[in-house]
Structures are given as C-alpha cells and as structure tokens.
C-alpha cells in the first residue's frame, strides 16, 4: 500500500489491486510523538474499529508512563 497527504488532517491510502486486499478493514495513523520522530500505525481490523489510541513511555526494564501523544492524520 502507500500513503497520500492530501490535507492537513487526512491520510488517503491506496493498495494494490494484485493484493486483492479491502481497504475498508484497515485503519492508519500519523502520530506525532513530541519527541524527535513522527509515528506511522497501521491496523487491520476487519470486524471492529478502533476508536482510542493510548501511547506509553518506556523507561528501562521496568518503567512505564502514560505518553501525551497528537494524532497528525487518520
């Protein structure tokens, strides 16, 4: 597949039509991670959609804390 920005706040995906794959059981994401990079997240759910993303900060073995992320596009 590959990735359109066409506006600020959509992402436009397009698959190849040798996958024979449906669009419609995907969801993607850009998010921006305040940090150094941007994160791209794709998920293939074909029978519920995602409706909440929770980001977490590793910190070691052990540590773990609640990220404050932004989602850039959906």
């Known amino acids: 597949f590959s990735f359109d920005f066409l506006t600020q706040q959509r992402l436009v995906v397009a698959f190849d039509s040798e996958l024979a794959d ?43 804390e609640s990220a404050d992320v932004t989602i850039l596009r959906y």
Not at 37 to 48: G, I, M, P, R, V
């Open 22 to 64: 449906d669009p419609t059981h995907w969801q993607f994401w850009q998010i921006d991670t305040t940090g150094s990079f941007t994160l791209s997240l794709a998920s293939k759910c074909e029978k519920q959609k995602i409706t909440k993303l929770l980001a977490y900060r590793l910190h070691g073995p052990e540590g773990l």
